[in-house]
C-alpha cells in the first residue's frame, strides 16, 4: 500500500482543516488506518485511527471531541477532520496503514505516506 497525504496549511486557532491520505492498491479496504503527528523537536506521536470497515475509532486524549477520522473505502482515502485547532496541534502530519488491527504506536503501522505540514498560528 503506498499513501500520499495532502490538505497542509496554515490556519488560526480555533479554526479547522481536513487532511487527506490517498491510497493505492486494490487491499485498501483490508487496512486499518490511522494518522500520527511530529511537533517540532518531538517524538511522532499517535493521532487517530479508524478499523478497516470503518466500525471502530481511536483518538488521542488530546484530540478527543475535536478531530474525526472518517475512511472512505470506494475512494480508497482516509482524511483527518480537525476542528478547534490549538497551536500545539502544529505539527507535520503522517497517515499510516495497517494489515491487522489499527496501529496506535509508530512501531505498529505497516506503510507510512510522506507528511503533511499543518501551522496553526495563535
Known amino acids: 500500500v503506498q499513501l500520499q497525504a495532502s490538505g497542509g496549511g496554515l490556519v488560526q486557532a480555533g479554526g479547522s482543516l481536513r487532511l487527506s491520505c490517498a491510497a493505492s492498491?486494490?487491499?485498501?479496504?483490508?487496512?486499518?488506518m490511522g494518522w500520527f503527528r511530529q511537533a517540532p523537536g518531538k517524538e511522532r506521536a499517535f493521532v487517530a485511527a479508524i478499523s478497516w470497515s470503518g466500525t471502530m475509532t481511536y483518538y488521542a486524549d488530546s484530540v478527543k471531541g475535536r478531530f474525526t477520522i472518517p475512511r472512505d473505502n470506494a475512494k480508497i482515502t482516509v482524511y483527518l477532520q480537525m476542528d478547534s485547532l490549538k497551536p500545539e496541534d502544529t505539527a507535520v502530519y503522517y497517515c499510516?496503514?495497517?494489515?491487522?488491527?489499527?496501529?496506535?504506536?509508530?512501531?505498529?503501522?505497516?506503510?507510512w505516506g510522506q507528511g503533511t505540514l499543518v501551522t496553526v498560528s495563535s
Open positions: 492498491g486494490r487491499t485498501f479496504s483490508a487496512y486499518a
Open positions: 499510516a496503514s495497517r494489515r491487522r488491527g489499527m496501529a496506535r504506536a509508530v512501531d505498529e503501522a505497516d506503510y
